[in-house]
């Protein structure tokens, strides 16, 4: 396929599991893509060749400035993006997810960009008295990584309607699939009961297991960044990216199979999440795909781990 050097996209995280995961569907879509990382979490092996690689930081707003350059579409995917991270480091947490973004969405503006996509967070609902939650609801953050992603998420719409920049936040629910981080204070609890299936040991549980997520797979998450480019809509709205249903963590470690122990629950996380879907339905033409079972089979044979007969 022939690269479309005049529409020039950038990935900031492009190196970590869902920016990279979009580097590589722009890539095949013909587009030219630079990737803008610093490593912390990001991986140097999910940076093909034929990406353009800029290594610096989003707290940087010179090295952010230099990274615009030439650019028609940014996807701002870097974050330091857990919540138990965020209880414990409040202050670093805020200078990755706010000033960061705010850098992006300067440089964003100088530069002219045609549109500027927010890997937002479901995270800024915290708990609400019914499912499942629209974008009309109220926030209610229940962590400093919460408020962060909402505040950055302010600013991505304050942009658009003080300076004219064309963006669109998605409010990503619980992403898994391949290249998510298994290790440390970024893995998920799809992550972690994978790594845990693979070593043998039993599942760990955060509380009583009945609190519910949604989760959705990255490849469906991929598809709902290109919608929101190739749509005429830039009017700072966000929009929920989810599967529109939920499981608890209880039947989730059902679905992996094998023992099971449980730890006190976490500070910061919200008891239950589900996806109102119908906003993203009408608008951007998006639903998601991969149903949780084919998500979780899909990674299960990939690491080569199967249900316990």
């Not at 998450?221 to 963590?249: T, Y």
Request: some cysteine; hydrophobic content about 40%; charged content about 25%.
């Amino acid at each position: 396929m022939t690269t479309d050097r005049s529409k020039t996209v950038l990935v900031a995280g492009g190196a970590g599991f869902i920016g990279s995961t979009l580097v590589a569907a722009l890539l095949k879509r013909g587009l030219a893509v630079r990737i803008l990382d610093n490593f912390i979490t990001g991986k140097r092996e999910h940076c093909p060749a034929e990406a353009e690689l800029v290594e610096a930081d989003i707290r940087d707003l010179d090295a952010v400035r230099a990274a615009m350059r030439g650019v028609a579409y940014l996807f701002h995917a870097a974050a330091i993006p857990r919540v138990i991270l965020s209880v414990e480091k409040p202050v670093e947490t805020e200078l990755t997810n706010v000033i960061g973004t705010l850098n992006l969405l300067t440089a964003a503006r100088d530069a002219g960009i045609k549109k500027f996509i927010f890997s937002g967070s479901s995270a800024v609902y915290g708990n609400q008295e019914r499912l499942p939650v629209s974008e009309e609801m109220a926030p209610n953050p229940l962590s400093p990584y919460a408020v962060q992603k909402l505040t950055a998420e302010h600013y991505v719409r304050l942009f658009c309607r003080l300076y004219g920049l064309r963006t669109l936040t998605l409010r990503y629910f619980n992403v898994y699939g391949p290249r998510m981080p298994t290790e440390g204070a970024y893995a998920s609890v799809i992550a972690v009961f994978l790594r845990q299936r693979r070593e043998g040991r039993p599942l760990t549980i955060d509380g009583d297991g009945e609190q519910t997520r949604d989760f959705i797979y990255v490849d469906d998450v991929v598809r709902a960044n290109l919608a929101a480019m190739e749509s005429h809509l830039g009017d700072g709205r966000a929009f929920n990216v989810g599967l529109g249903s939920s499981v608890s963590v209880k039947r989730l470690a059902e679905l992996f199979g094998g023992p099971v122990v449980h730890r006190p629950p976490r500070p910061g996380d919200a008891r239950n999440t589900q996806a109102d879907l119908a906003s993203i339905r009408s608008v951007l033409g998006w639903t998601p795909e991969v149903t949780l079972e084919e998500g979780l089979a899909r990674l299960m044979a990939m690491h080569g781990v199967g249900r316990p007969g």
